[in-house]
C-alpha cells in the first residue's frame, strides 16, 4: 500500500497544486511489499534500495489492465508524465524509519504550477533501479484522483489521504521461463522436421 497526502489549507500568495508523496505521516503505515519472484520475502515491506515515484495526468484518465503489475504507466496511458524535481520520488526503507517499505518525500510534489484545486490521475511506482524502465523488481499502483490543494513547504496541512496496494514483482523473465521457452520453441522445430 502506498499512500499520497494533499498539502492543504494554508493562506499563500501562491495558490499552487501540491501533492505530498509518503505513507509514513499517515497513522496507518501501509507498505509497499514484495510480490512474487522478487527474491524478497512475500508480501514483506521492500527494503533499501528501492526508490518510489509519482506518474501523473490532469484530469480524470483511465488506464489499460495491467495483469503483470510491472509496465510503465506510460505504456497503460500516454498521458501519464513521470514527475521529477523535489518531491517527486523518495528513498524507501531510510533510517528515517526503520521500517522496510516506508518513504517520505521531505519536499512537495507541484504538480499544477498555478492553481490548487485542480484534479489529476496519479499512479505510485516502486522500482530497484536506476529508473522505472532499468529497473528488475518495479511496481505500480492503479491508476487514482485526487484534487490539489495550496501547501507551504515542506511540512504542509494533510487534507486527505489515498490508499492504494500494490506489490513490486520480478519485471524481467527468470532463467527457468527463458529454458522452458527454449525447450518448447526446440520441440516444435523438431516435430515441424519429422512431417
Do not use: C, W
Not at 509514513?24 to 514484495?34: A, D, E, G, R
Not at 521492500?46 to 495526468?57: C, D, K, M, P, Q
Not at 518531491?87 to 526503507?93: E, L, N
Not at 529497473?135 to 513547504?153: E, L, Q, V, W
Amino acid at each position: 500500500m502506498a499512500i499520497v497526502g494533499l498539502a492543504g489549507g494554508v493562506a499563500s500568495s501562491y495558490a499552487q497544486g501540491y501533492v505530498a508523496l509518503d505513507n509514513y505521516s499517515s497513522t496507518l503505515h501501509p507498505l509497499i511489499t514484495y510480490g512474487p519472484s522478487t527474491g524478497g520475502t512475500l508480501g514483506a515491506g521492500i527494503g533499501a534500495g528501492f526508490t518510489v515515484g509519482l506518474y501523473f495526468a490532469p484530469g480524470t484518465i483511465s488506464a489499460a489492465s495491467d495483469p503483470s503489475g510491472a509496465a510503465n504507466p506510460t505504456s497503460l496511458n500516454a498521458l501519464f508524465a513521470l514527475g521529477t524535481g523535489n518531491g517527486s520520488s523518495a528513498a524507501s526503507f531510510t533510517s528515517a524509519f526503520g521500517t522496510a517499505g516506508e518513504f517520505l518525500s521531505t519536499e512537495l510534489f507541484q504538480a499544477d504550477p498555478v492553481n490548487s484545486g485542480t484534479t489529476f490521475t496519479f499512479m505510485i511506482v516502486a522500482f530497484n533501479g536506476a529508473n522505472f524502465d532499468a529497473s528488475t523488481i518495479r511496481g505500480h499502483s492503479a491508476a487514482f484522483t485526487m484534487t490539489t490543494a495550496a501547501g507551504t513547504s515542506p511540512t504542509p496541512n494533510y487534507i486527505g489521504d489515498f490508499m492504494q496496494t500494490f506489490q513490486v514483482v520480478n519485471a524481467v523473465p527468470e532463467p527457468s521461463t527463458f529454458a522452458l521457452l527454449g525447450l518448447g520453441t526446440g520441440a516444435l522445430l523438431f516435430f515441424r522436421r519429422r512431417k
